[in-house]
T-cell receptor, first 112, second 112 residues
C-alpha cells in the first residue's frame, strides 16, 4: 500500500518566516509533485521533480522553491512566507509513467 | 489556462438521487482520465478512471461516461449517499506522461 506522508497536518507561521514542508513516499516513485489547493481554483501545480536533484516549475512557482536530495523525499520551501500563501498544500507521487497519482493528507498552512 | 474545465463548482443532491459532474478538455493528446475523491482533511484519492477507447466505465454506484468526439467526460453517482459528500476532481494526463491536469473541483453535499 503506497504511502505519501506529509510532515505536518497544520502549520501556523509568521509573515517573513522561512517555511519547510516535507513529503516522503515509500514506494520508490520517480515523480513527485507539490500542489496548492484553494477553493474555486482546484489543484495548482507549484513544482515537480522526476528524479533526484531534478526539478521543474509548475504553474505557480513564484515565492516557492523545492529540494529533492533523496528519491523518497521532496521538500517545498517558502523562502519568505506571505499571507497570500495561506493554503492547503498537497504532495503527490507517481511511479512509472501511465500509473495513478498518490496524495499525502495535506498540510494546511496559515501565514499570519 | 485551465486545461480541464469542471462544472458545477458545488452540488447539493438528495439522498438516493443521481449526482452528475462534468468535465471538458481540449488537448487531444490526453489519454487517461481519472476522478479523485477528497474528504475534508484528507488528500485526494483515486475513485475511478477511464481511457478513451471505451465510452463508459462502471464501478459500483460510480460511472464515468466518456464522449471522445465532444472531448467531455462525466462522473455519475447513482443512489447518492451522505457518505459520498466530498470534493471531486476530474483530471487528465497525456499518454505515458507524468503530469496530471486537474479540474477546479466540485463540492458535493448529499442531504439525508
Amino acid at each position: 500500500d503506497v504511502k505519501v506522508t506529509q510532515s505536518s497536518r497544520y502549520l501556523v507561521k509568521r509573515t517573513g518566516e522561512k517555511v519547510f514542508l516535507e513529503c516522503v513516499q515509500d514506494m520508490d516513485h520517480e515523480n513527485m509533485f507539490w500542489y496548492r489547493q484553494d477553493p474555486g481554483l482546484g489543484l495548482r501545480l507549484i513544482y515537480f521533480s522526476y528524479d533526484v536533484k531534478m526539478k521543474e516549475k509548475g504553474d505557480i512557482p513564484e515565492g516557492y522553491s523545492v529540494s529533492r536530495e533523496k528519491k523518497e523525499r521532496f521538500s517545498l520551501i517558502l523562502e519568505s512566507a506571505s499571507t497570500n500563501q495561506t493554503s492547503m498544500y498537497l504532495c503527490a507521487s507517481i511511479g512509472r509513467p501511465d500509473t495513478e497519482a498518490f496524495f499525502g493528507q495535506g498540510t494546511r498552512l496559515t501565514v499570519v | 489556462q485551465q486545461q480541464v474545465k469542471q462544472s458545477p463548482q458545488s452540488l447539493i443532491v438528495q439522498k438516493g438521487g443521481i449526482s452528475i459532474i462534468n468535465c471538458a478538455y481540449e488537448n487531444t493528446a490526453f489519454d487517461y482520465f481519472p476522478w479523485y475523491q477528497q474528504f475534508p482533511g484528507k488528500g485526494p484519492a483515486l475513485l475511478i478512471a477511464i481511457r478513451p477507447d471505451v465510452s463508459e466505465k462502471k464501478e459500483g454506484r460510480f460511472t464515468i461516461s466518456f464522449n471522445k468526439s465532444a472531448k467531455q467526460f462525466s462522473l455519475h453517482i447513482m443512489d447518492s449517499q451522505p457518505g459520498d459528500s466530498a470534493t471531486y476532481f476530474c483530471a487528465a494526463r497525456v499518454a505515458w506522461g507524468n503530469q496530471f491536469y486537474f479540474g477546479t473541483g466540485t463540492s458535493l453535499t448529499v442531504i439525508p
